[in-house]
Structure formats: C-alpha cells, structure tokens
T-cell receptor, first 111, second 112 residues
Framework: DGGITQSPKYLFRKEGQNVTLSCEQN?????MYWYRQDPGQGLRLIYY???????QKGDIAEGYSVSREKKESFPLTVTSAQKNPTAFYLC??????????FGNGTRLTVT | EDQVTQSPEALRLQEGESSSLNCSYT??????LFWYRQDPGKGPEFLFT???AGEEKEKERLKATLTKKESFLHITAPKPEDSATYLC?????????????FGPGTSLSVIP
C-alpha cells in the first residue's frame, strides 16, 4: 500500500545534539512538507519542497534543515540551534491542489 | 493574516448524542477547506474537502458544511470510536505554494 513512513516513532536526544528525522513516501507525490505539532496549537509548517533538489522555508524554519535529493525522501534535521525542539513532528506529501497525506509522526524529546 | 480557529477546544458527548464542531476562518480567497481526524500518537487522516459556500459532504456519521466564514462538522449519533481530535485547515489563493493553515483542533470524547 502507498503511504508515508516516518522513523523512528520516538526519539530521545540530549540538548546540544543534532538529530535527523526520516520521511519516505511511495505515493509518487512531488510535494513534501514538515510540520511541527505542539499541544493546543495548530500544525506549523517548518519546510516544504515542491521538487527534487529544491525546498523552501516555512513559518518556523529557524533551527531546522532539510534536503531533497530523491523524490521519495525528505529528511529533517533538528539542530542544536532550535531552542524548543521537543515536539511531535509530522511529514506530509501531496500533489498540487489535493489534500495532504500525513505520516504517523515522530515524537522527539530533548533533555 | 490568514487564520483558523476551532471551537470548542474539547467536547464530551454521550454515545448517541449528536453535536457540531465549529471552524471559523479568515483567508484572502479560499481555495479549499479541509477536515482531518487525528488519533493520539498518529498523523492526521483526511476526511473532507469543501470548496465553496453551501457545499456539504458526508461520510458515515459525519457531515461537513461550509459558509463564507465558517465550517461545521456535524456528528450524528456518535459512537466511542469517533473519539479523536478533529482538525480544520484552509488553503488560500494567491500564494506561491500550497500553503495550508491549520486550526488547533477539537478533542472529541464519546462516552459509552
């Protein structure tokens, strides 16, 4: 079945360490997105990519980085510069004009 | 600025007790309004897209409606398995990419 796979489901890191979250899709979608979800807030866009080798900052890109070397993959790195990295991270993909398809998220805890 | 609010923040219903969730939005030209269901620890699952005022969509016990300023998700005779957080999102016109603005969600609990 087609879908979006995020890994790992849970991730624990010490403050000051960079960490990379994986997102793979087999839906053949051109566009991919990273969102952050915090309690009581709507999903906030971190980065998005509409095509391979191109990506754009979303509303809260500071402290994050991405790459898009393959259509299927859009990994997110949470750097030590991100002040409040503990959150639930969601990856999504879409074709233009269609609803977003989401993965099941990675819960990152930084202590 | 584009904005989406949802009310109530949380709703507790007895099984079979029908109710409605509200999504109010401000956007400079609406391309589409989306409803998603999210279970704890999971990603949002797409339910409906609405494009223009007056449009309605139905799926099992759920019906979504749209006006020029808000959308309602009506839940008829809910069951415990309908318990989840329901997210509303809007997509505006005139942006360089498919920007989607999400509301904070309504957490629904259906008690047997």
């Amino acid at each position: 079945d087609g879908g979006i796979t995020q890994s790992p489901k849970y991730l624990f890191r010490k403050e000051g360490q960079n960490v990379t979250l994986s997102c793979e899709q087999n839906l053949n979608h051109d566009a991919m997105y990273w969102y952050r979800q915090d309690p009581g807030q709507g999903l906030r866009l971190i980065y998005y990519s509409q095509i391979v080798n191109d990506f754009q900052k979303g509303d809260i890109a500071e402290g994050y980085s991405v790459s898009r070397e393959k259509k299927e993959s859009f990994p997110l790195t949470v750097t030590s510069a991100q002040k409040n990295p503990t959150a639930f991270y969601l990856c999504a993909s879409s074709i233009p004009g269609s609803p977003l398809h989401f993965g099941n998220g990675t819960r990152l805890t930084v202590t | 600025e584009d904005q989406v609010t949802q009310s109530p923040e949380a709703l507790r219903l007895q099984e079979g007790e029908s109710s409605s969730l509200n999504c109010s939005y401000t956007v400079s030209g609406l391309r589409g309004l989306f409803w998603y269901r999210q279970d704890p620890g999971k990603g949002p699952e797409f339910l409906f897209t609405l494009y223009s005022a007056g449009e309605e969509k139905e799926k099992e016990r759920l019906k979504a409606t749209l006006t020029k300023k808000e959308s309602f998700l009506h839940i008829t005779a809910p069951k415990p398995e309908d318990s989840a957080t329901y997210l509303c999102a809007v997509q505006g016109l005139g942006t360089s990419y498919d920007k989607v603005i999400f509301g904070p969600g309504t957490s629904l609990s259906v008690i047997p």
